[in-house]
């Protein structure tokens, strides 16, 4: 069954730092989409990554996939506190067309 | 901007009852799923359908469950016997089927079963 790993789960920066969130899975797939939630809110989609090697960044936020090693990195620079919230990957199925879920990562920016 | 639409946003339910959760995902999609997630947990696949059918369906969606597309536009989640443990977040979300295969998520209706 396929998994989808997120790691850290909680994740307390201060304004200014870097970070890295990491996000594993366990079948082939060269579809991943990060998507942000806010408390109490629905899923925005941050980046859509489609292939081997592809790297996306807007703003502060970077997300980069390796699907040899089946990972996508979320990347973090000089963190705001406006990018407080919960941020999920989702990886592709093709057989079933469908996206699972990592548990996500609550990533709390403090002044 | 084209947008998926969810009703109610929130409903309360006693345990027991049906529930109708409904659904307008974007107009020339043609791929329709629902997802739940139940409070501060990640977000769970129940099932996809296509071509006016279930493509995939996950091990949450037992026979309790039902979805249906009743006219061009609505896709709807049918409880048919609400359990407490039902409470969650419930989001619909469509897609092109298309190149990026990207879903778009509605807003959500939150289901309280009391």
């Known amino acids: 069954e396929l998994k989808v790993e997120q790691n850290p789960l909680f994740l307390s920066m201060q304004e200014g730092k870097n970070y890295t969130i990491y996000c594993n899975y366990s079948t082939t797939s060269d579809r991943l989409y990060w998507y942000r939630q806010d408390p109490g809110k629905s899923l925005e989609s941050l980046f859509v990554l489609l292939s081997n090697g592809a790297v996306k960044q807007e703003g502060r936020l970077m997300a980069s996939l390796d699907t040899k090693a089946r990972l996508s990195t979320l990347h973090i620079t000089a963190a705001v506190h406006d990018l407080s919230a919960t941020y999920f990957c989702?990886?592709?199925?093709?057989?079933?067309?469908?996206?699972?879920f990592g548990a996500g990562t609550r990533l709390t920016v403090k002044p | 901007e084209p947008e998926v639409t969810q009703t109610p946003s929130h409903q309360v339910t006693q345990m027991g009852q049906e529930v109708i959760l409904r659904c307008v995902p974007i107009?020339?999609?043609?791929?329709f799923y629902w997802y739940r997630q139940i409070l501060g947990q990640k977000v769970e696949f129940l099932v996809s359908?296509?071509?006016?059918?279930?493509?995939?369906k996950s091990e949450i969606f037992d026979d309790q469950f039902s979805v249906e597309r009743p006219d061009g536009s609505n896709f709807t989640l049918k409880i048919r016997s609400t359990k407490l443990e039902d409470s969650a977040m419930y989001f619909c979300a469509s897609g092109a089927g298309t190149v990026t295969y990207e879903q778009y998520f509605g807003p959500g209706t939150r289901l309280t079963v009391t």
């Open positions: 989702a990886v592709y199925l093709y057989n079933n067309n469908d996206m699972r």
């Open positions: 107009s020339n999609h043609l791929y």
């Open positions: 359908f296509y071509n006016n059918e279930i493509s995939e």
